[in-house]
């Protein structure tokens, strides 16, 4: 009986002296207008004893051995702080601290982008005053594009976009002839033909040719919206296509670039553009003209482009920008055959006086002001004054 009380006795000694010597620390954590700060870490080096602040900016940590301790305390954006603290038994310690501001400064990060080798892309889900989010489209870099283009030849520069039928009525590039959805490719009359997002169809409601198209040398890149959500932009089933023309360098008053080039039965290309930035103005033009005397008789054909452009910019949030363009061609048919011609020679010609003449005038009043960082107002004033003569058969 006697042993038993001394165990009971040496049990309650042990329990009283365990249960008086921790203590427990609390406290708030501010910043400098006594705000306070939550998810503040607190952490007591070398244990395993840490905590967070509230929202209030309060923390508490609770039984920890008597002792001298290292407290921590870090908040992202902040100085982080150390300091001893006491524990003492059977105590709660108050400790609280306002945070200074920190600025930690890291060495200089360089990034470097490389673009893709591929030619297409997909535009952003939302342009300006478009919103492409959820419409089938696709980007062709007219300057990644393994094509000749030269002489405009759409089905090297619209071969890697699925779904899209080109033919070669005229062997030159003179006319663009692209289809999609397997409709007619004919002068791209299933599309609705745009330049930097103004329409260059001839007439969108009764002959929609697009006898207009300028030159891919001075194409940056070609959009295209196919899908039902193409209607919006006219009444073409197809969809929409858009040239969009480069810009000029605005690093420079004056950079002149030019290209010549020369094939195959008297093929000669000659392009060139000016551009750059003077003050609040700037302004891009380029010239083109085309000849050859085709691969068949009487098939010859000489071509015109020309485009200049010129915006004012009084503020960053407005444009003003005044465009041009003309074409000019002349293009002359050699013939249709039959399958027995062809076979006898593919190269004779059964016309002489075939020919197609179109003269187009395109001016066009762009403005656009970023009413604020929500709000952008674009307004787009074009009108299209052509001509043409010709003279074809039922067959050519």
């Not at 921590?72 to 108050?94: A, R």
């Not at 006319?175 to 490719?185: D, E, F, H, K, N």
């Not at 194409?219 to 023309?245: C, D, H, K, T």
Request: glycine fraction near 8%; charged fraction near 15%; proline fraction near 4%.
């Amino acid at each position: 009986m006697k042993k038993a009380f001394l165990t009971f006795l040496l049990f309650s000694l042990l329990t009283h002296a365990f249960s008086q010597s921790t203590g427990n620390i609390k406290g708030s954590i501010t910043d400098n207008s006594k705000a306070p700060l939550e998810l503040v870490n607190i952490i007591l080096y070398k244990t395993n004893f840490s905590a967070t602040t509230n929202n209030k900016g309060q923390y508490s940590i609770n039984n920890i051995p008597a002792g001298n301790y290292l407290v921590i305390i870090s908040h992202i954006g902040y100085k982080s702080v150390k300091q001893h603290i006491l524990v003492k038994n059977n105590d709660t310690t108050e400790f609280s601290y306002t945070l200074q501001a920190g600025v930690i400064k890291i060495s200089a990060v360089e990034v470097q982008g490389e673009r893709g080798v591929g030619s297409i892309k997909a535009l952003p889900e939302i342009g300006g005053t478009n919103i492409y989010s959820g419409k089938k489209n696709e980007v062709v870099l007219v300057d990644s594009v393994n094509a000749d283009i030269a002489q405009n030849k759409a089905r090297d520069v619209f071969a890697k976009v699925p779904g899209i039928t080109s033919w070669e009525l005229d062997g030159s590039g003179t006319q663009t002839s692209v289809a999609a959805r397997g409709l007619s490719p004919h002068r791209s009359w299933e599309f609705n033909v745009n330049q930097n997002g103004y329409n260059v169809n001839n007439d969108l409601y009764g002959y929609p040719e697009a006898m207009y198209n300028p030159p891919l040398e001075a194409v940056q890149q070609i959009e295209l919206i196919r899908g039902s959500a193409a209607l919006q932009y006219g009444p073409q089933f197809g969809g929409m296509l858009n040239y969009v023309i480069k810009q000029p360098d605005t690093t420079k008053s004056l950079s002149i670039e030019t290209e010549q080039t020369y094939g195959s039965f008297n093929t000669s290309n000659s392009f060139v553009s000016v551009g750059g930035k003077k003050g609040k103005f700037t302004y891009y033009a380029f010239f083109n003209y085309r000849s050859s005397d085709g691969w068949r008789p009487n098939s010859d054909y000489n071509f015109l482009n020309a485009y200049a452009s010129l915006h004012y910019k009084p503020t960053a949030k407005m444009d003003i920008g005044l465009e041009y363009s003309r074409e000019n061609y002349m293009q002359k048919f050699a013939g249709g055959l039959t399958d027995a011609m062809f076979a006898a020679n593919p190269r004779q010609s059964t016309r002489s006086r075939n020919y197609f003449n179109p003269i187009i005038n395109l001016p066009a009043l762009l403005f656009n002001y970023a009413i604020n960082s929500k709000t952008l107002l674009n307004i787009k004033a074009y009108t299209l004054f052509g001509k043409g003569t010709w003279l074809l058969p039922a067959r050519i």
